[in-house]
């Protein structure tokens, strides 16, 4: 059974930020194999050490979350003053706790100083140090998503034999497989729980938490999440991060150049005379609303497809689901400023936004100036807004609904 009393070592965390999310960064191991005088976490790659390159990709999420490092008793201060140089301003976000003799007593230790309000809990391993942001936050999404425990892991594409005695005897079916990697996410209930009614050692949180019989879902992981173990991955990690290194192919990134970006969203509505009408983030008095699970601003949400296509996020169902109660009856401008954080993020720059308004009523002409304004203020750039009836054809022609296209243009 592991102990979650906290103990009297560790960082006070600011009360003030009702942070739903923590980041558990696992930096206690020796790393023998890497064969430095110094455990793994605190070996330099590039100027910058193991744990504040991992910790680099945390602060680079767009929503706060409480970060907790487990470092070894005897590097706690170091590793404070590491966690306080990548948070800068943040650095209240950052809690320090002494390790275990284990990996999973050194999780349960992070566990035991958990915010009161953080309801997700990633584990991560320090040695993973070039992990991008993007996989944090897309576990993050999942977790939440699917109420489940989330893992990234990448497709095995070599051929594994089953080995007896120095002889291969089957080959397996690598289909099957997957290379498990972190942070692994899961909801902090649960985990807890798992962790206190853990009577043996696992080799990993996910296993820990199957075998309280809960469900672990995995998705796509990223080439950059490699685990720095041996001397060849340290200098596999340096040559990464040295000036004008061009980055290893991304997962979340891939097909991604350093040029422009496009992307396109489409979103269709229904009218209902029981709404309000939002458009383009206005409200429209005197008009038929839209029907949806938000406002059925449908200008609003095919520019965040727009934006999420452009930079390889997703989509805006993938996003912000109807399962999700915290955008029920939201208005569009809470899905874009969701979507902005998310592109800016990722390091894109938005260049402009085109969006084509399909439908009988409303009458976009005599406001279609105070939209352009109103949406380019809202995005930081210019955007254009068009409208155009189907001439009686299809739902919009019939009077049954708007429907809107977006395209977006971004600048990695």
Request: proline share 5%; net charge negative.
């Amino acid at each position: 059974m592991q102990d979650f009393s906290a103990t009297s070592s560790v960082d006070a965390v600011d009360p003030s930020d009702d942070v739903t999310v923590a980041v558990i960064v696992v930096a206690a191991g020796s790393g023998t194999r890497l064969g430095q005088p110094l455990p793994k976490a605190f070996v330099d790659v590039g100027g910058r050490t193991v744990l504040a390159r991992a910790l680099d990709s945390i602060f680079q999420l767009p929503e706060q979350v409480q970060v907790i490092v487990v470092a070894p008793v005897e590097l706690l201060d170091e590793a404070r003053i590491m966690g306080a140089d990548a948070a800068g301003v943040a650095h209240a976000s950052v809690t320090v706790v002494p390790g275990g003799a284990t990996r999973q007593a050194s999780v349960a230790a992070g566990l035991a100083v958990l915010a009161p309000s953080v309801e997700t809990v990633l584990v991560h391993d320090s040695a993973r140090a070039l992990t991008p942001h993007t996989q944090f936050a897309a576990v993050i999404d999942a977790v939440r998503t699917t109420a489940a425990g989330v893992i990234p892991g990448l497709a095995v594409s070599d051929t594994i034999k089953r080995v007896a005695d120095g002889i291969a005897v089957e080959t397996v079916d690598r289909s099957q497989l997957t290379a498990v990697q972190t942070p692994q996410g899961f909801p902090r209930v649960e985990l807890v729980a798992a962790y206190a009614a853990a009577e043996i050692e696992y080799t990993d949180d996910a296993a820990l938490f199957s075998a309280a019989g809960l469900t672990v879902s995995v998705i796509a992981g990223d080439p950059l999440a490699f685990k720095i173990t041996t001397p060849w991955d340290l200098r596999r990690a340096g040559s990464l991060v040295a000036p004008g290194a061009q980055p290893e192919a991304s997962t979340h990134r891939r097909g991604a150049s350093l040029g422009l970006r496009t992307g396109i969203g489409i979103d269709v509505h229904g009218y209902d005379p029981n709404e309000p009408l939002w458009l383009g983030g206005l409200y429209w008095p005197n008009e038929v609303g839209l029907a949806g699970h938000s406002d059925g601003d449908v200008v609003m949400h095919a520019i965040c497809d727009a934006l999420l296509s452009a930079a390889g996020l997703g989509d805006i169902g993938g996003r912000f689901g109807t399962a999700d109660p915290r955008f029920e009856n939201a208005h569009g401008e809470v899905f874009l400023r969701e979507t902005l954080a998310l592109v800016r993020g990722d390091g894109l720059d938005i260049e402009n936004i085109a969006v084509q308004v399909i439908g009988n009523t409303p009458r976009l002409s005599p406001r279609r100036i105070e939209i352009e304004q109103h949406l380019t203020s809202a995005v930081g750039a210019p955007v254009s807004v068009s409208a155009t009836t189907s001439d009686g054809l299809g739902f919009t022609g019939r009077g049954e609904g708007i429907s809107a296209i977006a395209t977006a243009l971004l600048r990695a």
